[in-house]
């Protein structure tokens, strides 16, 4: 099992470009996220989905869209980046547990650069 | 929202002390999560807390959940270099869809 995996791991942006990260997951989870994590800001939610079809918005969703076509995968788009979305870029999934949440597992990251 | 505070922000020990980060909550949790990341690397879940007062260890780390579900703590015991990384804890939403991390605790050992 790969577990979760993120695609590219770096990429440099010019402002107003639009790119778009790929996370995929192999352990049928029902639940996904996207985080960004800057200095001495922990992990920030960006948006998350409970299930195929379904989106939320999470703590800071500006600037950012997203998509749940396939239960495996989960797409972030930045459809003009700013360099204020430079950051690195962080995907997780897990299942419900009871009325709460099971462990989460996280993907190795994207670094992405917007100048 | 919801919030959950972590402290110390950083924390430097020499091999062989002690280590502790704090994570609180204004409001009562259902259970939650530490997690540990190592320099360059991605959170790792490490343990979840459920019930009030539980207490876990995992060899030389010891995980504590509050009597009324508002706070839990991880102590280290005789640190060592192998610790160096971000601990971050996580509660869940009031919904129970997601989780909101703290803002971690990064530790330091110097040999």
């Known amino acids: 099992n790969a577990g979760v995996t993120q695609t590219p791991k770096f990429r440099v942006l010019k402002t107003g470009q639009s790119m778009t990260l790929l996370c995929a997951q192999d352990m049928n989870h029902e639940y996904m996220y996207w985080y960004r994590q800057d200095p001495g800001m922990g992990l920030r939610l960006i948006h998350y989905?409970?299930?195929?079809?379904?989106?939320a918005k999470g703590e800071v969703p500006d600037g950012y869209n997203v998509s749940r076509l396939k239960k495996q995968n989960f797409l972030l788009g930045l459809e003009s980046a700013a360099p204020s979305q430079t950051s690195v870029y962080f995907c997780?999934?897990?299942?419900?547990?009871?009325?709460?949440?099971?462990?989460?597992?996280f993907g190795p990251g994207t670094r992405l650069t917007v100048l | 929202g919801q919030q959950v505070m972590q402290i110390p922000q950083y924390q430097h020990v020499q091999e062989g002390e002690d280590f502790t980060t704090y994570c609180n909550s204004s409001t009562t949790l259902s259970n939650i999560q530490w997690y540990k990341q190592r320099p360059g690397g991605h959170p790792v879940f490490l343990i979840q807390l459920v019930k009030s007062g539980e207490v876990k260890k995992q060899k030389r780390l010891t995980f504590q959940f509050g009597e009324a579900k508002k706070n839990s703590s991880l102590h280290i015991t005789a640190t060592q270099t192998t610790d160096v990384g971000t601990y971050f804890c996580?509660?869940?939403?009031?919904?129970?869809?997601?989780?909101?991390f703290g803002k971690g605790t990064t530790l330091s050992v110097s040999s």
């Open positions: 997780a999934s897990s299942d419900p547990r009871g009325d709460s949440i099971d462990t989460q597992y």
């Open positions: 996580a509660a869940a939403n009031q919904a129970g869809t997601a989780l909101i």
């Open positions: 989905s409970v299930g195929e079809g379904t989106t």
